[in-house]
């Protein structure tokens, strides 16, 4: 693994911001290459003045809406039964579809997009919406609000962390969780207050 992930930042380092969409295009393809390794590294080209971090931001991006409309039309089209059989040749883990799967029934179309700071079920998550037939648009606004974040989030901290970017791969599974709660008590801090805003203008 790790003589492939230097093959993946050779490729970046020598391709730049294609190279950055088509990884990123891979991983939300469920083919698992870390993403806390290609916009880790891309926040360190960013902070070697190789790269920008619009630039960067927006190749991630990209990359990671297609892979992801991709697998979500391998769902769509293809079912829970085609993944299963076929998704070993693109070392797509039953458990792992599991795994999304479990987190979509619980949550539903919302799991698009808090999954996507998820580890794991971030990679997955396209597959059991594509399977439940979601709306496509739905889709595409839940992927993009839940994509973003995370992308701008592991480019500036690869940024900042400069010649100690690496340190994203080994720890980048534990800040993805804590992004997410505290992301979740934000939300839950602004639906509270705006409860409180519209009770008090009722009652003026």
């Known amino acids: 693994m790790e003589q492939l992930s230097q093959v993946f930042l050779d490729f970046i380092a020598s391709w730049g911001y294609v190279a950055v969409a088509l990884l990123m295009a891979m991983e939300n393809a469920c083919i698992p290459i870390p993403s806390e390794l290609i916009l880790g590294f891309a926040g360190y080209l960013i902070f070697a003045e190789q790269m ?59 799991a698009v997009f808090f999954s996507r700071m998820l580890p794991v079920i971030r990679t997955f ?27 701008m989030l592991i480019l500036y901290a690869g940024w900042m962390l400069g010649e100690g970017w690496k340190l994203l791969t080994e720890v980048g599974h534990q800040a993805s969780i804590v992004f997410v709660i505290v992301a979740a008590l934000v939300i839950a801090a602004l639906y509270l207050r705006h409860r409180r805003k519209r009770r008090v203008e009722l009652n003026a």
Request: net charge positive.
């Open 52 to 110: 920008t971090f619009t630039g960067a931001l927006t190749a991630g991006m990209i990359g990671g809406l297609i892979g992801s409309i991709f697998a979500y039309e391998v769902g769509h089209k293809g079912g829970r039964a085609f993944v299963d059989r076929y998704g070993k040749y693109f070392f797509i883990k039953k458990s792992h579809v599991d795994m999304a799967q479990n987190w979509f029934d619980k949550y539903g179309v919302k």
């Open 125 to 151: 998550i396209s597959l059991p919406a594509g399977f439940a037939h979601v709306d496509r648009k739905k889709f595409f606004a839940y992927t993009i609000a839940g994509s973003l974040p995370w992308t």
